[in-house]
């Protein structure tokens, strides 16, 4: 039978050597019992938020390099470093497996050193607290000292350490379904879940009364409030579909456009179960579709852009250890480019929300302010949310949300929207 640890420890070699992400690699769980693959998964999410540390305690007792042919028991060590330091597991239990699996994985010599590197490790005086941790990788700082100060990059990183809750939103009737669901119902309606049981086993999820979006993510068409009762909406860039809920929950009339057909088809499914539909579904290239257009027919566009998905890492640590100022500058660039395209299709007097789950403010602010700069027939509105918190609204009238805002309720995804009219 294969064992969640090594999994685990073969998961995050993948991710980190071959530059995965953790959806990427999930198949290795799929020959793990139900409780195995939770736990692997929760091990490699730990080892993900914790590599920092954890190579910093092993640099401290390892002074030789392991032979390329034992490269997984490095991975191995890391694992059995995150159980001693971060979950608690009795250290002998910890010492017995791993050095049994590897024994099994290399040989008994490599073992030996393991076992004497994890005896160290389990009696050191100097393990890492948990407040001290670093999460974040000196490269992945170089990215975000480009948008922020050091103070709001360490306030960050320390909310991103824990786990996440599960954010809903719902197609009606938000009170009724905190109170069903026993979460915590924040501003403009959002609930926030406290309870760890599988999505699907969760009571209204079966009935299509709600899905999973972050509460971040849900401020996007909520700018677009009150006008949206039969509007006609263009969402580029809508798969997996959660803002085109929203906007066929508030009664838009909506056109869902992704250049994704894997990714259009979780749209569908999506919205069957949640027993909405959209006016059209199209899969094709944002800027081919767009620069068709003579007449401009929408009333309002929702632009949810690709980017480099960096606000996201509070669910998906590996992003730390993955993104380069390449990926970043990339994104930036197909960004412009669907940006350049919109007012084809827009109305004059329509409406634009511009928005990306990055921090990089090349991906946000100063993508939205150079696009201003280069057309003048957009102008900014400033957003209004009911109730949105003040701390995420922005001097330009923009929103910009960061993993460490809404400290007291769990925290957010990172998230940038603008609203634009067409002014001409
Ligand atoms: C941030 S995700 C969209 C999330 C979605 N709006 C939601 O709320 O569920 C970005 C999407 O852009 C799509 N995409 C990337 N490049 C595109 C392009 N050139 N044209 C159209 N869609 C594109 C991707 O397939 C991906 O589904």
């Known amino acids: 039978m294969s064992s969640p640890r090594l999994s685990a420890a ?23 019992q139900e409780q195995d693959k939770a736990f692997a998964h929760m091990l490699v999410l730990t080892a993900l938020r914790r590599l920092c540390s954890v190579k910093k305690q092993l640099k401290i007792h390892i002074k030789k390099k392991l032979p390329a042919k034992a490269k997984i028991a490095e991975y191995l060590l890391i694992m059995a470093t995150v159980e001693i330091l971060y979950l608690n597991t009795p250290s002998y239990a910890v010492l017995n497996t791993y050095v049994e699996l590897v024994k099994k994985q290399t040989d008994k010599y490599i073992a030996g050193f393991v076992n004497a590197v994890l005896r160290k490790i389990a009696t050191a005086e100097n393990a890492p607290l948990s407040e001290n941790d670093t999460f974040f990788p000196d490269n992945f700082i170089k990215l975000l000292r480009q948008s922020y100060g050091i103070k709001t990059i360490r306030k960050m990183e320390q909310a991103a350490l824990s786990e996440p809750a599960l954010d ?8 009724h379904w905190a109170k069903t669901l026993r979460g915590t119902l924040l501003a403009g309606g959002t609930i926030r879940l406290h309870d760890n049981a599988p999505v699907p086993s969760l009571s209204g999820f079966s009935e299509g009364a709600w899905w999973v979006q972050d509460f971040a993510a849900s401020l996007a068409v909520k700018s677009l409030l009150p006008q949206l009762n ?28 992704d250049v994704s057909g894997p990714r259009l088809q979780t749209l569908r499914q999506n919205l ?16 081919e579709y767009l ?53 084809k299709a827009l109305k004059i007097g329509g409406r634009l929300v511009y928005c990306t789950c990055s921090l990089d403010k090349s991906e946000g602010e100063a993508q939205i302010k150079s ?14 949310i009911h109730d949105c918190p003040q701390e995420l609204c922005t001097e330009e009238g923009f929103l910009r949300v960061l993993p460490c805002h809404l400290s007291e ?15 001409k």
């Open 371 to 384: 696009f201003l700069k280069e057309n003048d027939n957009f102008a900014i509105i400033p957003i209004s």
């Open 409 to 423: 309720t769990g925290g957010a995804d990172g998230f940038f929207i603008a609203l634009l009219q067409r002014i």
């Open 10 to 32: 073969r998961m995050l070699q993948e991710i980190l050597e071959k530059k995965l992400f953790l959806s990427d690699v999930r198949s290795q769980l799929d020959s793990l």
């Open 272 to 287: 069957e179960r949640l027993k909405l539909s959209a006016e059209r579904i199209i899969c094709a290239d944002a800027i």
């Open 291 to 343: 620069s068709n257009f003579q007449d401009a027919p929408f009333d309002d566009i929702l632009l949810d852009a690709p980017c480099s998905a960096t606000g996201t890492l509070r669910r998906h640590p590996e992003i730390v250890h993955l993104k380069t100022a390449a990926d970043i500058a990339k994104q930036a660039s197909l960004q412009k480019q669907i940006l350049q395209h919109v007012s």
């Open 230 to 257: 039969n509007r006609h909406v263009l969402d580029i860039c809508a798969a997996p579909g959660g803002k085109t809920a929203q906007l066929l929950a508030y009664g838009a009339k909506v056109t869902a456009l």
């Open 168 to 175: 809903i939103s719902v197609k009606d009737n938000p009170e």
